[in-house]
């Protein structure tokens, strides 16, 4: 059996972002705490399609959706239509770190930087490494669902956020 090389190139694509090991802390040590049960199911179809968005259309895919105002809290479905459009405007899909324009490091496929992403963890006690797809989709959707969309640039490039 042939497998379509789409699909092939997702798979591929995905088994990388799940191997990729993060090699920082961007929370300081803090008293044990367990962090809360978490489900990756949602994570993995946003991340495809930032993926497929990112081959389609490189680091700046047509987004024809819903705008938002600057520190409007989106819905877990709205995040979820998002996300994927950041994923390719940011990093197009891909776990990097880089300088940012103000001289810091950015993480991850959604290139946050170690304060940011340590703020968004403290909005619900997790402790999620952006350089970790998964992690990285769960701890947008907590600060998109928090009205932080326009912490992004990408989400003004794209004209997500008004």
């Known amino acids: 059996m042939?497998?379509?090389?789409?699909?092939?190139?997702?798979?591929?694509?995905?088994?990388?972002?799940?191997?990729c090991p993060a090699r920082y802390s961007?929370?300081?040590?803090?008293?044990?705490?367990?962090?809360?049960?978490?489900?990756?199911?949602?994570?993995?179809?946003?991340?495809?399609?930032?993926?497929?968005?990112?081959?389609?259309?490189?680091?700046r895919p047509p987004y024809t959706g819903p705008a938002f105002a600057k520190d409007e809290s989106l819905s877990p479905d709205d995040a979820q239509t998002v996300i994927p459009y950041l994923i390719a405007c940011e990093s197009e899909a891909r776990s990097v770190k880089r300088v940012d324009s103000n001289g810091f490091y950015s993480y991850g496929i959604l290139q946050m930087q170690s304060s940011t992403a340590a703020m968004f963890n403290s909005i619900e006690g997790t402790d999620y490494d952006p350089?970790?797809?998964l992690e990285a989709v769960s701890l947008a959707e907590i600060a998109i669902e928090?009205?932080?969309?326009?912490?992004?640039?990408?989400?003004?490039?794209?004209?997500?956020?008004l």
Not at 2 to 19: D, I, Q, Y
């Open 26 to 59: 961007i929370v300081p040590q803090v008293e044990a705490q367990s962090a809360p049960a978490v489900s990756f199911e949602a994570a993995i179809p946003v991340l495809e399609a930032g993926q497929r968005l990112s081959l389609q259309y490189g680091s």
């Open 146 to 161: 928090h009205g932080y969309l326009s912490r992004w640039s990408c989400a003004r490039i794209e004209k997500v956020v």
């Open 131 to 133: 350089m970790r797809p």
């Open 2 to 19: 042939r497998v379509p090389s789409t699909t092939l190139n997702t798979l591929c694509l995905l088994a990388l972002f799940l191997a």
